[in-house]
């Protein structure tokens, strides 16, 4: 919780809330209102803990009801919320607050996308770290409420051998074996780019192999070469018209950053009533 207030104390101070000008020469200190949360588009939810505490945070007074939860689908003009209180606090609030809740709720609407597309495969939608300073945690709670899974948290959540640590290391093969003797205890994961790095990293038998930019005849092929103890990803240039492709290759996770760092927010509404 120490987290999030400070990244709504942030946002609120961005968008100077204390210090709307318009709401304070048009309204009434006295003045009460309501307001709905509106979809206005079909998607997926995510992001309701932090716009209530927005809300809070801006006026004691104010009163949610909330009739949806995160991770529920909504359709467009499905009530999400009803608010009142204090009319120059609910305007105070409104754009930091649909600005967590569009934005969160596009990541859980686009992982949905990906989701749906790989159905039935076996096949699991994972996130990156390619997320926004400050909203990680959010965005990839986001993720899970959309049906996908969780990558690494950040740079202690697990290791992640890429190109630049196996020229630091000498091979791939020395880099996986640094970090597996290293003795912090995490998984593994060596990025391969070709056939050969594939091969050389069964050998060392990694926790994770992830392959990045490969074809999905490329993936196929590898999948037939790497043991089932070894957990197989790709990853780079899979969108929603390939994803199943790759899905069906037998690979067991999609690694998108798109769901996180391109996700188009879900256009929701807000619009009050004076009393």
Known sequence: MDSLSTLVKLALAEDAAATDLTAQATIALEQSGSATLTAKANGVLSGIQVTRYVFESVD????????????????????????????????????????????????????????????????????????????????????????????????????????NHIVAAGSLSQAVHLCSESGYDVWVDVE????????????????????????????????????????LEASGNITLSNAREYAETGVDRLAIGAITHSAPALDISMRVKAQ
């Open 192 to 231: 391969c780019e070709t056939m050969d790095e594939v091969r050389e990293a069964v050998s060392v038998c990694p926790d994770i192999i992830l392959l990045d930019n490969m074809t999905p005849e490329a993936v196929r092929t590898t999948r037939a070469i790497v043991p089932k103890t070894i957990l």
């Open 60 to 163: 004691k007074n104010i009163t949610q009801t909330w009739a949806r939860q995160d991770g529920d689908d909504v359709h467009a003009s499905d009530i999400i919320c009803r608010i009142s209180g204090p009319l120059r606090s609910l305007l105070a609030a409104e754009r930091t607050a649909l600005n967590f809740l569009q934005h969160l709720s596009g990541i859980a609407t686009l992982t949905r996308a990906f989701v749906d597309t790989v159905a039935e495969t076996g096949c699991a939608i994972a996130d990156t770290r390619k997320t926004t300073p400050g909203l990680r945690h959010l965005e990839k709670q986001a993720v899970l409420h959309g049906g996908g899974v969780n990558h690494r948290m950040d740079l202690a959540s697990g290791m992640l051998i890429k190109e």
